[in-house]
Nanobody
């Protein structure tokens, strides 16, 4: 059974930085494509960054140039470094393993608890 445990969220001022971590167990992590999602209040969950098993990374326009996704296969962990944070980045952040069909990426597993990021002065 795959488990996803996110951590690293908190309260940060606009312009600040945070690094989120997600530890994955129960899968062949090095072969997984991984993604970071976020869900803001009253909004749908959106995929903001993905890192493939090959190492290729892709970002949504809303975070491009500010967020960096990375992975450590030895630790079964995926990271999201977030810089220049804005109030609009306030959300619960989740990670998940990704599947793909016809170019569309979807979450393969149930959601973990996520980690809350609040950007406010």
């Amino acid at each position: 059974q795959v488990q996803l445990v996110e951590s690293g969220g908190g309260l940060v001022q606009p312009g600040g930085s945070l690094t989120l971590s997600c530890v994955v167990s129960g899968s062949a992590f090095s072969r997984d494509d991984m993604g970071w999602y976020r869900q803001a209040p009253a909004k749908e969950r959106e995929l903001v960054a993905r890192i493939l098993s090959s190492g290729k990374v892709v970002y949504s326009d809303s975070v491009k140039g500010r967020f960096t996704i990375s992975r450590d296969n030895a630790k079964n962990t995926v990271y999201l470094q977030m810089n220049s944070l804005k109030p609009d980045d306030t959300a619960v952040y989740y990670c998940n393993r990704l599947g793909v069909v016809a170019g569309y990426y979807y979450n393969m597993n149930s959601w973990g608890k996520g980690t809350l990021v609040t950007v406010s002065s």
